[in-house]
């Protein structure tokens, strides 16, 4: 940058197509001997940043360098190359796609050329002029461009990836029949968003949001916080509830079994992205038995029967377990009566069995019974997919 001064060593401006003479006078014999060369010029390779990975993006290259400029009065093009390394969760895969880059104006060193982005994972093949790039939640994804100049080899460019993220929703209480994606009524669900853009404080919980929806209709905004500082992951616990469970009415809904809840977190980068998650309710059981606990009388030797309904177990059992709790003055019997329930009307869901009360406690189908006063009665029905 300094100024420059004849023989100082320094030719300039040198661009592309100047004529550099180097002459020598030979004294003997008398003349002058010239080789001329002309200069070539490089500049650089560019890419726009960030990169959007998702489909019909495009990725934007640039190259200046006025070596390519070769006609005044007409647009030229020139060939670079478009290296792309994408990581993602899924697998990892490397696309190396070719991209034409055309003279942005007459007589101008800047050339300029696009490629559509696919994340059709059928689409991923090298040389397809598409190129293959995806990259969610908390993965590192790089775009590179390489240029060879003709004249002073290779250069590059990176440009960083935004990343697309992901949502997840599960039941605090695994194992709801029907599978991973069911949850019983009035349990709790966990959502999880994963976004590493989102991480915009190293030491601060960040925040993210997303949108609860119901099939029934209605809908509300819940805010998740990262997980741990500078983990780009944020979770949040959303309850739910049906018209009578829990009592507190805490949660969305109500919800009746075979509604669904869907969770939906909007992308700011890439903008217009959108993750989703759904999950579907199964209803919550009922139990109940004759006479009824603690409010009835009964007689030593009489039956207690007891009925669980679970919809949510029709299609797939037609048997079910209740445990049955006796308290009362004088009981000394430790742990409870396992019964098994039958459904009387085969896939109905419903499923009735009975016990005998009793002081002898003879059998494993029995409970026991004193006469005393004070007894009582729990039936207790683990439904799939809930608490303790």
Same mark, same amino acid.
């Given at each position: ?21 180097? +002459? *020598?006078?030979?004294?003997? =014999?008398?003349?002058? +001997? ?7 010029? *490089? ?6 940043? =960030?990169?959007?990975? @998702? ?12 070596? !390519? ?5 007409? %647009?030229? &093009?020139?060939?670079?190359? $478009? #290296? ?28 300029? /050329? ?17 190129? @293959? ?6 993965? &590192? ?18 440009? &960083? ?9 599960? =039941? ?28 915009? #404080?190293?030491?601060? @919980? ?26 780009? +992951? ?10 009578? @469970? ?24 890439? $903008? ?31 039956? +207690? ?6 919809? %949510? ?35 109905? /869901? ?5 016990? $005998? ?17 004070? !007894? ?13």
């Amino acid at each position: 940058t300094a100024p420059l001064v004849a023989g100082d060593g320094r030719i300039s401006p040198v661009v592309s197509g100047t004529l550099i003479t180097v +002459v *020598y006078h030979d004294q003997s =014999p008398m003349q002058d +001997v010239s080789e001329g060369v002309l200069g070539t010029d *490089y500049h650089s390779v560019s890419l726009a940043s =960030p990169v959007d990975p @998702f489909e019909g993006a495009m990725v934007h290259v640039t190259v200046t360098d006025s070596d !390519w400029n070769t006609a005044a009065g007409s %647009s030229q &093009s020139v060939a670079a190359q $478009l #290296s792309v390394r994408a990581t993602t969760s899924v697998d990892a895969f490397v696309d190396v796609e070719s991209v034409t880059l055309t003279e942005t104006a007459l007589d101008s060193p800047v050339f300029t /050329g696009s490629l559509v982005v696919t994340t059709d994972t059928a689409a991923k093949t090298a040389g397809d002029s598409k190129l @293959f790039d995806v990259c969610e939640g908390l993965a &590192s994804c790089t775009v590179t461009a390489t240029y060879t100049d003709p004249n002073w080899g290779g250069f590059t460019a990176a440009a &960083s990836n935004t990343r697309a993220g992901t949502i997840s929703v599960s =039941p605090m209480h695994s194992g709801a029949t029907g599978g991973a994606t069911r949850f019983v009524v009035g349990e709790d669900l966990e959502v999880t968003v994963s976004d590493a853009d989102l991480n915009t #404080s190293p030491t601060a @919980f960040d925040t993210a949001t997303v949108r609860v929806s119901l099939s029934t209709g209605g809908a509300a905004m819940v805010t998740l916080t990262e997980a741990a500082v500078n983990s780009g +992951v944020f979770t949040a616990v959303v309850a739910t509830r049906s018209a009578t @469970f829990p009592l507190s009415q805490a949660g969305v809904g109500p919800l009746s079994g075979n509604d669904t809840l869907t969770v939906t977190y909007t992308d700011a980068a890439p $903008l217009g992205h959108a993750a989703s998650a759904t999950v579907t309710a199964n209803p919550r059981a009922s139990v109940s038995s004759e006479p009824l606990p603690a409010t009835h009388a009964n007689t030593l030797g009489g039956n +207690v029967t007891v009925t669980v309904s679970d919809p %949510s177990l029709a299609s797939s059992s037609d048997f079910c377990n209740v445990s049955i709790y006796a308290t009362g003055d004088g009981i000394t019997a430790s742990g409870p009566v396992v019964v098994v329930l039958t459904a009387a009307v085969p896939g109905s /869901g419903v499923y009735s069995g009975t016990v $005998l009360t009793t002081s002898t406690l003879m059998s494993t189908s029995e409970v026991p019974y004193n006469g005393q006063s004070g !007894w009582a009665y729990r039936a207790l029905y683990a439904q799939p997919g809930t608490s303790p």
